[in-house]
DNA sequence: GCGCCGATGTGACAGATGTCACGCGGATGT
DNA sequence: ACATCCGCGTGACATCTGTCACATCGGCGC
């Protein structure tokens, strides 16, 4: 098992990004990058046609996301490991990622040094999950939200008036009312607005 | 003027990808990465400390955002050219960047490869700017929104009453209420949330 | 079965929001 | 000097939003 070569998949949708991590990870001698995507809708095919040992996925990317991209990626080649890396730490994408069966989590301020350490820890069969991340996770909880609510702040967000939400989702605009003074309530927030940006903030749309 | 070894200021508020970039661009022979930053209030203090002849920076940093930063280089260390490096094309960034007198300004989408060539072109006097921003910058032109209209909708952003507005800038009720209807008639949007987004996607925020 | 909960809906009401007309003063350009 | 524009404000008005009470219906647990 030592002094074998890890073969790495590297998913991220910013050419200079996944590009300086190609150059760093390959600098290290038992990795070698055998395929670089931008979109996540290529990731599949990538790895099928390289079979890497461990893909690190952004969250971020176009085409499909890379948490989804993780799980089809469960699902037909098992038997590679999935490093998530993403800008923003946001606790849903944890929760969602685990689901997802990742076998690890990392937020891009980690240092670069530690990275190579980390896929290899990976690629050992370990677990690695960001620990500030873990704790607001913890922290923050599951969603309070029930699924409509959470659909109809999801609509929201575009900024249309409580008809144009009802017509997007089918329902009475009383009811579209109703739902959002239950998230409004839930997130403890005083404003529709307010109370997309709190659910954002906790990973709940 | 050949030969020269290039100094090179790095400026990026994730440690991942400052930390790819600078191994990357250290690889180079002719490029030297003398300075490493995660902060846009500590670009003019590793700048005055280690006086490279090009620094890279990320608009989105915490505690200054790196325009801002650019402008202070600018005024203290006028020799120093910048390369602004950002994730988003926002239009208003590519205007507020040539004002603060930015050399160059590529997104984040550049293939790695370039990026060597450009920090020369940059060095030897160019001016290097992403074409595709260039262009949405000329189509989505300035800001059509007056100063005052332009901090309500950054208050607004947040997600407060018009009475939380009011309170944060100091004004009445009745004129935020007139500067969010005129931004929201500027705009073409129906909602306060809609001209916020509409705002944002243009940069003029 | 019975109770509870979530999804869905209605009706009513206070308060917030968006629009409009209008006013005043200061800066700026011609 | 004058017009014009912006900043700032007031008051009125129609509409939208957020809250509450209440009702129906379908699951799900016990």
Do not use: C
Not at 73 to 90: H, W, Y
Request: hydrophobic residues 45%; aromatic residues 2%.
């Amino acid at each position: 098992m030592t002094d074998r070569t890890i073969r790495l998949l590297l998913a991220d949708d910013q050419a200079l990004v996944r590009g300086a991590l190609a150059t760093m990870l390959g600098l290290e001698p038992d990795i070698e990058v055998v395929a670089e995507v931008g979109r996540g809708d290529d990731v599949v095919a990538a790895a099928l046609g390289t079979s890497p040992d461990v893909a690190l996925l952004d969250v971020e990317m176009p085409g499909l996301d890379g948490i989804t991209a993780a799980a089809d990626l469960r699902e037909r080649a098992p038997g590679i490991r999935v490093l998530m890396v993403t800008t923003f730490g946001r606790p849903g994408y944890l929760r969602r990622a685990m689901k997802a069966g990742v076998a690890g989590f990392v937020v891009k301020d980690t240092p670069a040094k530690r990275l190579a350490a980390i896929v290899r820890d990976i690629d050992a069969g370990m677990r690695v999950i960001d620990p500030a991340l873990a704790a607001e996770s913890l922290a923050s909880g599951d969603s309070p939200l029930t699924e409509r609510e959470t659909e109809v702040l999801t609509s929201a967000q575009s900024g249309g008036t409580n008809a144009d939400i009802a017509r997007e989702l089918h329902l009475s605009e009383g009811t579209v009312r109703n739902y959002l003074s239950a998230a409004i309530g839930k997130t403890g927030a005083r404003t529709r607005a307010e109370a997309v940006r709190v659910a954002m903030e906790n990973g709940w749309l």
